[in-house]
Each structure stands twice: as structure tokens, then as C-alpha cells.
């Protein structure tokens, strides 16, 4: 019997839940399990460049905090998050301008938790989110698993407009609303401070919560800071962000800061699913702020992602034929590309991969479908030279398919 | 305007989904908060004991592994977990007669996500799953947030009296049966080898998942190991476990052991909340099994338990007046105490904690509430001579309340 048992299908002996069944898998993890093979350029992921991890001064910290903290940082620790690391941060959020106590903090395993953990709070299926489009497809996939629909607004070199946003929020009485104010994922756009001033005095009319999404707001490298939304916009805010782009993203650690009686709820949630988040992890990053470790390592990547962004673009003006356009973004670690509509980028993407280049077409970024025309490069992870070669073979795929 | 918002009360002034306004935290979370004020012996928690932790171990462990694999394991990794990681649970699964291959493993952040992802991926609100009378209470908040109702079925000595599951899967239908056939959370019990067998039998004939929360089957003390329930089942069985009771806790780090075609949609429901768990912390937990060190802790940790075991049972047969019951387990975290049906422990805690020392009260762990006159007592926490004057000051509040 047992041995039959192991021929069956278990997605259809047992009794799935519908939607999960349904479920799919990220295509940029799907892409990433091919631009990881050797030899291939990869422009498609969300990676740090790994030359620039502190790895030296991981082993120091690591030491550091077994030394110090001992038996406290392996053991089982508060679901809201380890008092330090919460006090680092809250400390951290105050010099940008936004009033934070440590209780207005939930630490998360990623943003991408916390993106999870606020959409399943929020939204019951069929619910609306009204985002940005094209927008974050993890957020989409967080938000999706909740069984969401979206309200994407569409955006210009200042951000989401402001005219489409009432008229969203009037017609599908959106729950919230999710954002990435500076250098959006996947467009590397800023929401300028005006769009940011009248989305917070439209959010705070209808008494919708704005989150914003800001893992990339650290890594600028060129032009003024915007005042931060949260900053603005207060308690109306939930800004989220993370250590995977400014130390390390295999450490999983992220954060959201709240209104704390929604910090409470989020809390519950978050203790639900995974109890906390891991206390050694917690440490390290704590640690890695106090002994000012962390802003030396911004300051680290920051000239190295300008060089990255500056030869990416002299490339793709040396490279792309007329016709095709994109983005020039001031930080973060992405750009994004429009072909000529008539060309797909879902379609080329099989000929890039035997160019050995990589690339996330554009199209899961929209929570409708458009945008086939569209393309998300990452500038981080590849070196200088990779850089020049894929965007030189890109370059030429688009000649030819044009 | 801002300043008016500050003083509104979010909860009330957001649409949260209702289900998840009303979701409670953890009973046994909240009286650890109690139990952590210095000069309470705390009897509440499962935390290991933080004397046995393998501080220095450690520290030798993150030197080398951020020697050997650099970036890598600082970097983001795949959802399933990373294949060292995988082989090694794998292996270790078919020395103890279930057979493993890395693709049947998904890493989770603790055991309690393998819990919460597994409740997620099968229940639509109002499904039953059928558990053990009491059953782990962190295994019950799991299931609450995908809104589960509970076919809880009563246990003897042997575990979940088998008659019952029949009745129960007829009368119910669950999508899933819960279970902790080794050293249970809360009451010690471990099922015997005949209930395994007929438990399998049921459910292949109903076609319903047994999950087997095992995070103590590994920390045995005395007695002789049951066959593992899924070296008995196979593919019917899908099996939790952790690093978090035989390492630390604090690294997050469990696993599940299933049917491969489960484990792709398990893994795209984890993907969706966080992504992947800690690459660092994977690496850590797989170079400790790697080098043998795992194995050392573990044959540490058992002497131990077995010592404050023996003293808590002796000092409850000191101090405990009669008319007073409890288990003796063989191995795991955990007793579990009677008191007489009038008695209440929960209105005996406050109490406890005024005569500085903390247990958890039962009634929590029963799905339809029962069990005043229970609680669940941990022997790994406190020291031997903590475990003394605590059972003593025990023994004092009952004899008065008798």
C-alpha cells in the first residue's frame, strides 16, 4: 500500500486549499535559477553586489556578539524584536526626520515579511490595494497569496499620479496604499516631494494607511534627498525597509515603522507565523550600527552603484538602437527599459539566455498584465566589465528584433 | 491635522480585516514576560536550557563558515533552503528509516512556519483539523489565523485513543491531522508504536495528511526509541522539526520532511511570506551537523535533561499534596500535572507569580477549552536547585488551595 502511496499525486489525494493550489512561484526566482548558471551575465535579480560584503567584519561582529550578549542571542526573544536593534533604529528614523519611538518598530524577517504581514491584516479576498504600475512584484505576490485585487495608477518622472489616485480610492475604496517612494522597484522613479505632500493629504481624507516600501532610500547617489513620506505624513505612514541592500540580504532582517497600536496587531500577526525573528541575526545588525560599521558600509557601496549605474547607461547609449527608452535614476539598484510596443521582452528574453544575459521582463510588474514592452535591469550584482558585454549583446538582440 | 491623526486610534480608524483585529497573542508568550523579571524560577516557557548553548562552538562555527563560503552565505538563496542544509536533514532523515531526499526538505523559520504554512496551504475558514486533547498551543495560533475549527481527540498513556480518530474523521472531515508522537507539547505523552501504525492505517484510508510536530523526538533521555511515524507512513506523513530544541533557538531555523509535490507548493506559499529563511543561520546549523558538533550537543543535552527531570519528579513527590497527578516523560521539555477537578490553575497563577515562580496553565493548549485544573510545567530552563525551591514554593500554593 505504501509503495502505491508514493506513485499518487498529493496535490490531488489531499485536499488543497483552491487558491494555494493556484499558487506561483516568482518569476524572477524562476529567472534567477538560470542567470545563476556560469557564464551567464545577470542583470535580472535584486542582488548586492557580494565583492562589497563586509565579510571580515561579519567575523568580527559575530565574535563580538557571542562575546558580549552570549546565551541571549541564540535563545528564543521577543516577537516584536530585540529592544536594541528596535532603539538603533527608531534612533536612526529620528535624524531623517521622523518622530519613531522603539515601539513604533516590528522587526521582520525581510521586508518582504513585513509587506506580507500588513497585507494579510488588512485584506480580505477580493480587497483592493491601489499601487503604483508597474510595482514590486514580490509585493504582488505577498499581497496576491491574501487573494487582493489592485488599483495600479500609473506614473510619470515624478511618481504616481495624483489625479488618477482620488479617482482610484472614489471607484474601488482601496484598503491601502503601497508605495515605493524613492527609486521604485521597478521603474528606480522618486515620488517627488509634492506628489509625496498631496498623497499623504488624500490618504489622510479617506483615512486610508500609505506603506512605503523603502529598501533603496539609503543607497542615493546623486541629486537631493526628498523629505521622507513618513516624515510627513506621520502616523497616516507605515514605512518599511531592510538590511538586504545596505549590509546583507542572507541575514533576513527587515523592518516596519507604525502607528503602535497597528504595531501591536502586525505584531500578533507576524507571532502567528514564525514566532520571531531570528535574535542572532538581530544582534549582528544591531551591532553593526553601533559600532558604526553600517553607515561606513552605505558609504562603501554608494560610489561603487554610481559607477555600476554610469557604465550601464554609457553602454546602453553605445549600444540600443533608436527607439528604445529608459530610465537615468539617482540611487537604488535598478533602471528600466521601454521597447518599441511592437516588441515583447517576454519573447526575447529565451534569446538573451543564449546570449548568456539576463534580464526580468517587465510585465509580471503590472498587476493587469500590460507592458510588454518593458524590461527591469539590475546594475548591483554584475561587474563593470559584465555590465559592458551584456548590455553590448542586449544591445544587439534589440538591433536585430526591431 | 497631523497632530489630531496622532490621537486617533488606527485600529479603529483603518479597515482591518475583522478576523485578524481579534486574533489573541500567545497565553505562554505573555506570561513569559512575567516570568522574565529577575528572581522568578520559571517553570513557563520551552526555552532550552541557555547554559548548554555551544557559545564558543558558535563562535568557531560563523568564523569558519564565512572563511569557507564568503558572500555566498550572506547573500540571497533559494526558497527551498540551501542543498548542504537539505542533504544533511536528508541524511540524517534515512539513518533513523525515513526515506529522504534534499527535495523532500523545505527549510523553514522554525518549526512554527513549517506549522502556519502547512495550516495556510489546506484550510478554508471553518475546515477542522483533527489534533491531540491538549495539543501544542503555538500549533493552535498557527491554525487560528487561517481561521481552522478542531476535532480534538482525548489520549492515554499511548497517545490519541485511535477509536475516537475514526469517529471523529467521520463526524468532521478534517484536511489535516495534527500530531506530537514523541514527548507531546504539553503533556509528555509519546504515542506508542501500535497507535502509529493504526493512526497511518486511518488516514490512508480516509486520505488524510498526518503532520508530525517532532521537534523532541531527537532529546530522549530513557526508554527505547518508537519507530519514527514516518518511516512507518512514507508519503502520508509529513514530518516537523527544528534546531531549535538540540541547538538554539534563536537561529530560527526548522524544516519540514514531505511528499516532493507538496513541498513545491509549501515552498511557494513560504516564498510569497518572506522569501527564503536566513542563508547565514542555514549555513551555521549545516557546517554544525557537518563537523559533528550537532551530535555532541545533543549527547550533552540529554544527561542534563535527564537530571532536572528526576529532580523536578522527586521534588514533586516531596512537595505536591495528595490527589495531585502527572507525567513521566522519557525525554523532550515537558511534564504535565492534574491538579483536582475543583482546582483552577489559571486562577492559581497570579498567585505563583506573587510567590515568584511561573508554569503555564493548561486550558489554553485544548482547543474547546477545557482543562482548568491542568498545567504544563518545563524541567529544561531553570537550574537544579531552581527546580527545588520551585516545586517546594508549588507544593506550598497547592496544599493551601487543596
Redesign the interface.
Known amino acids: 500500500?505504501?509503495i502505491e502511496?508514493?506513485d499518487?499525486?498529493?496535490?490531488e489525494?489531499?485536499?488543497?486549499?483552491p487558491h494555494?493550489?493556484g499558487?506561483?512561484?516568482?518569476i524572477i526566482?524562476e529567472i534567477l535559477k538560470f542567470s545563476s548558471q556560469p557564464g551567464v551575465i545577470s542583470f535580472a535579480?535584486g542582488?548586492?553586489a557580494?565583492?562589497l560584503?563586509p565579510?571580515?567584519e561579519?567575523?568580527e561582529v559575530?565574535?563580538y556578539v557571542?562575546?558580549t550578549f552570549?546565551?541571549?542571542?541564540?535563545?528564543?526573544?521577543?516577537?516584536r524584536g530585540i529592544l536594541p536593534l528596535r532603539e538603533d533604529l527608531a534612533a536612526r528614523a529620528v535624524l531623517r526626520g521622523v518622530a519613531t519611538k522603539p515601539d513604533n518598530i516590528l522587526i521582520?524577517?525581510?521586508a518582504?515579511?513585513a509587506i506580507?504581514v500588513i497585507g494579510?491584516?488588512?485584506?480580505?479576498p477580493g480587497d483592493y490595494i491601489l499601487t503604483e504600475n508597474p510595482t514590486y512584484v514580490?509585493a504582488l505576490?505577498?499581497f496576491?497569496?491574501s487573494q487582493a485585487r489592485y488599483a495600479p495608477v500609473e506614473m510619470d518622472k515624478e511618481g504616481m499620479i495624483m489625479d488618477q489616485v482620488a479617482d482610484m480610492i472614489e471607484k474601488y475604496k482601496p484598503?491601502?496604499v503601497y508605495t515605493i517612494t524613492n527609486f521604485q522597484n521597478p521603474t528606480g522613479i522618486t515620488m517627488s516631494l509634492k506628489r509625496r505632500e498631496q498623497l499623504v493629504d488624500i490618504c489622510?481624507k479617506y483615512?486610508?494607511?500609505i506603506v512605503d516600501d523603502n529598501p533603496y532610500g539609503q543607497i542615493r547617489f546623486d541629486g537631493e534627498e526628498v523629505r521622507d513620506i513618513k516624515a510627513i505624513?506621520?502616523?497616516?505612514v507605515i514605512s518599511l525597509s531592510t538590511f538586504?541592500k545596505i549590509l546583507?540580504?542572507?541575514?533576513?532582517i527587515g523592518w516596519m515603522n507604525g502607528?503602535e497600536?497597528?504595531i501591536t496587531?502586525f505584531?500578533?500577526?507576524k507571532?502567528?507565523?514564525?514566532?520571531?525573528?531570528?535574535?542572532?541575526?538581530q544582534y549582528l545588525c544591531s551591532e553593526f550600527i553601533r559600532q558604526g560599521r553600517l553607515d561606513r558600509q552605505i558609504a562603501r557601496i554608494k560610489p561603487d552603484y554610481r559607477q555600476k549605474r554610469d557604465t550601464m547607461l554609457q553602454a546602453m547609449r553605445d549600444a540600443f538602437p533608436e527607439g528604445i527608452k529608459w530610465t537615468e535614476p539617482d540611487g537604488g539598484l535598478f533602471l528600466w527599459v521601454e521597447l518599441p510596443k511592437h516588441m515583447s521582452a517576454k519573447d526575447l528574453l529565451p534569446k538573451a539566455i543564449e546570449l548568456k544575459v539576463a534580464y526580468v521582463y517587465g510585465q509580471p510588474f503590472f498587476p493587469n498584465g500590460e507592458g510588454a514592452n518593458t524590461l527591469r535591469l539590475n546594475f548591483s550584482n554584475a561587474t563593470l566589465e559584465g555590465i559592458v558585454e551584456g548590455i553590448t549583446r542586449l544591445g544587439k538582440l534589440f538591433t536585430e528584433n526591431m
Chains 1, 2 share one sequence.
Open positions: 500500500m505504501l502511496q508514493e499518487k499525486v498529493h496535490t489525494l489531499w485536499r488543497i486549499s494555494m493550489a499558487l506561483k512561484s516568482s526566482r535579480g542582488l548586492p557580494p565583492e560584503f565579510v571580515e561579519m567575523k559575530t565574535t557571542l562575546d552570549g546565551p541571549t542571542c541564540l535563545q528564543y526573544s521577543v516577537s521582520c524577517s525581510g518582504q515579511q506580507e494579510r491584516t488588512f485584506i480580505e514580490g505576490q505577498a496576491n497569496i484598503k491601502l489622510s483615512n486610508i494607511p505624513g506621520g502616523d497616516q538586504s546583507a540580504p542572507g541575514l533576513r502607528p497600536d497597528m496587531i505584531e500578533k500577526v507571532q502567528c507565523t514564525d514566532l520571531h525573528t531570528s535574535t542572532f541575526s
